[in-house]
Every structure is written in structure tokens, then in C-alpha cells.
């Protein structure tokens, strides 16, 4: 077959291979940066942090003077649109208020008590069956299906361990950096059997709900899900996703649906961008958090066209500050 691309971009591409750069590049795309490297970053620019951690997690070049594609925009308003609402929105606490004083108050998760320090604790005074946040970043769950098996010292100790971690300087994500650290004990939700329930992550674009994201199967790990889009209507899956759809998960909306579409488009109205992730527990929607950095502003299992199309729905606002 004869070679139609033009003779720049072939020449391009044999200069990048004979001089072993695609080898470089594949090696970059396995190298686990060190522990440390990431907060030194941070702390000399939140800006070099995330071209250089853009380079390494997702294998291109962050163009932040004209972002295009939906991981580009997110970095864009994660560092030069530090709205004071997105940081109580991002605090799993604070949001709590916000969400109330929109009349949403009874989607969310029924709080059980919420600590400045895991010594303020009453293990005794806790249902058998509870989960354990911290307050400023992503990961810090702990959920207890039956307290006669929980470890209380060791639970302790993870919770400090967690309370010391500044999280903006774990990726960057500077929207946590103000967020004062607590500890708050939620219900267990039991999505029946014992198991989590699925959670149902809601896409707004300026107050609009584009997509939903349903994750199923997650262990309590956050591992082992599995991930489906669904559009607006719930008429078909979104092909947004480089694994492609896939039919054979299909799920109906569920009965609270119509609830979760109401709220997500509310409380994402003053946002260019939020994910709203709810459960669905017994018919009843359940507001977990918002999202505003989904996968750290990297989330190489889109497609590149989904890259495009989505980033095409944000709307940059003026900068609110400058890194």
C-alpha cells in the first residue's frame, strides 16, 4: 500500500524512532515517580506539577494556554479557577451545608458523628455497621461491615496516618488545600447481601447533566469495578470509553433517577464542570460527594474523541487566581 501522509510527519516519526525516543517514551509511561516527587514539585509551582505529571500519567503535553480536550480543561480550572464554593463543595463536610441550603438535605447520607482527631472517637457508641471518612481528599474510607471484627488501634492509626496528609500535594489538586481535615462517621449504605451499593456518577457541564458514569462491582478497596456510560435520557451507552460499550451490563436508570437528575443539575448550576456521585439505596438517592477532578484530571480510558467532544462542553470562565 502506498504511504499517504505527508513527508514531514513521516519524517517526524523516523527521526522519533531512530533516535530511541519512542523507547524513552514507553519507559516514562512505566516509571513510578518517587514519593517525594510530587510534593517538591508542588511546593515550587502547582503549574510544573501538573505538565510534568500530565507528561508522565498521560504521555502528551499539557496545553494549558489553549486547552481543548476535557483532561486539558480540568487541569485549566483546577488551577486558575479557585472558586471559594468548589473548595467547600470538595470538603466531604462543608458540602453538607450547600447541599442543604438548596433544599437537598434529605439526599445526603445520614452523619453519625464527625471528629476533629480519631482520639474523639466513641467506638462503643457506633452501630455495628459504619463508615469512616476523612474529610480533605480522596481515598480515605473505612468501612466497617461488623464491629466485632474491627480492629479499633489499627483503625486509629490509619486515620492519623491520613489526618497528616496534605492532599493538594499528593497530584496537585489544589482545591483541597484549604480544607481543614476531619473525621466523619456516615450509615453504612448496603446495597443487599452485604455489598456496596452501585454508584451512579453524574456529568454536568454548567448545570447540565451530559452523561452517568455507573460503577459496579467495586470492592472495599475501590478496585474490581466495572464502569458504564449512559446518556442523558438513559436511551443507549456512551462510547466515550477506549474498552467500548458494553451491552451485556446493560442496567435500566434507577427509580430515584429522575431525583438525582434534579439535584445534580441544581447544585452543579454555579460549576463549569462537577461530577455528582450518588447512590441508589432501597429507591432512595443518596448524594456521596462532588467531584471535581475526576482521576486527578488524567483519565487516559477515554477516547480521544471523547477527549474532544467533552472538552467542547466546558466553557472556560475568567481566572479567578493565578498560581
Known sequence: ???????????????????GLASLHAYIRKWEPPPYLYPMLYRLSPVLLAKIRYR???????????????????????????????TQCADKFEMRPYVESLGYGRLLVPLLGVYERSSDIDFGALPDQFVLK????????????????LDIEATRRQLDAWMKVDYAKVNGEVQYAQIQPRITCERFLDGGNGSLPA????????????????????????HGAAYDHYDRDWQKQAAISRSGVHPERWSGPPDCYAEMLEAAEALSRPFPYVRMDFYAVRGQALLGEMT?????????????EAQAYLGGLIQLPERLTRP
Not at 471535581?292 to 480521544?304: E, L, Q, R, S
Request: charged share 25%; glycine share 12%; with cysteine.
Open 1 to 19: 500500500m502506498t504511504e499517504t501522509r505527508p513527508l514531514a510527519s513521516r519524517f517526524r516519526e523516523s527521526l522519533y524512532r531512530g533516535t
Open 56 to 86: 508522565i500519567e498521560g504521555g502528551g503535553w499539557l496545553a494549558l494556554d489553549r486547552p481543548r480536550t476535557f483532561d486539558e480543561k480540568l487541569f485549566w480550572l483546577m488551577l486558575y479557577w479557585r472558586h471559594p464554593l468548589k
Open 134 to 149: 476523612c474529610t480533605h481528599g480522596c481515598g480515605f474510607n473505612l468501612i466497617c461491615r461488623d464491629k466485632k471484627d
Open 199 to 222: 454508584d451512579f456518577k453524574l456529568h454536568c457541564f454548567h448545570g447540565h447533566l451530559q452523561f452517568t458514569t455507573v460503577c459496579t462491582g467495586r470492592g472495599a478497596d475501590g
Open 292 to 304: 471535581f477532578t475526576p482521576a486527578g484530571c488524567i483519565d487516559t480510558g477515554y477516547t480521544d
